[in-house]
């Protein structure tokens, strides 16, 4: 929302593929700024010596090559979409396939179908940034024959707190965000453990993962709608963002 005011809120969206030189399983993920803090955090690379020092294989590019065991390289580790807590697919590549420069609505949208292939026909997400005010994360999913269940995950350096009525208040230095799913209704919020269970793994001390799981019918089209609020900011819980392909109008 602005390049100089140290509250403005920034949402960075990332596409591409793992297969890149020195890429991880990240596709779909997000980093998100409001009132001076970071609430939707990245952790970056794990220095390559503390990892081959240990007789880790970095190298491989494959599915299913050690790389991708490393906590921070794959997807369960990173504010984005996993099914059936499966990887990413290191052949797929992801377009950012359109963007708004609207005031009232920044945003950008990519197709991931192409890394949940195994267990999707569509996966799409957009980003935005409403009214200059709070942000929304929206997933179009479409299954084929098979169920799945779909984890959405975000990574915070924020303490978390679940609130009775199915929301997170998220805290830090005195600042606070609220995290809301509009869609599906009902789902259960909670978190898990940034704590890695390799001797080889960096440890991620003071972040944590807060989203929600949910099964997905098989050859169903599904809308997962996130809110993140600054505080400060009221925001219907009910409210329905325009699905992804009514965001250019």
Do not use: C
Request: glycine fraction near 6%.
């Amino acid at each position: 929302t602005s390049w100089t005011d140290p509250n403005a809120i920034y949402v960075g969206l990332k596409a591409g593929s793992p297969s890149v030189n020195h890429g991880h399983m990240d596709i779909g993920s997000f980093v998100m700024d409001a009132l001076g803090q970071r609430w939707s955090m990245d952790f970056g690379m794990q220095e390559y010596e503390s990892l081959e020092s240990k007789g880790v294989k970095l190298w491989g590019k494959e599915q299913e090559a050690e790389r991708w065991q490393v906590y921070r390289y794959n997807n369960l580790a990173h504010s984005t979409l996993a099914f059936d807590n499966a990887f990413q697919r290191v052949d797929g590549y992801s377009a950012i396939n359109s963007f708004t420069n609207k005031p009232t609505f920044l945003s950008a949208i990519t197709d991931m179908t192409a890394v949940y292939k195994n267990a999707v026909t569509s996966a799409q997400r957009g980003v935005a940034i409403v009214d200059q005010k709070y942000i929304v994360i929206k997933d179009e999913i479409t299954l084929g024959e098979k169920s799945s269940t779909v984890r959405w995950a975000m990574v915070t350096p924020a303490e978390v707190r679940i609130t009775a009525d199915g929301t997170a208040e998220l805290t830090q230095n005195g600042k606070k965000l609220q995290l809301q799913v509009a869609e599906p209704a009902n789902v259960t919020l909670k978190t898990w453990s940034t704590q890695p269970s390799h001797d080889y793994d960096a440890p991620n001390t003071g972040t944590t993962l807060v989203g929600f799981e949910v099964t997905l019918p098989a050859n169903s089209t599904n809308m997962l709608n996130v809110l993140l609020i600054p505080e400060g900011i009221t925001v219907n819980k009910e409210t329905k963002t325009p699905l992804l392909k009514d965001w250019n109008k």
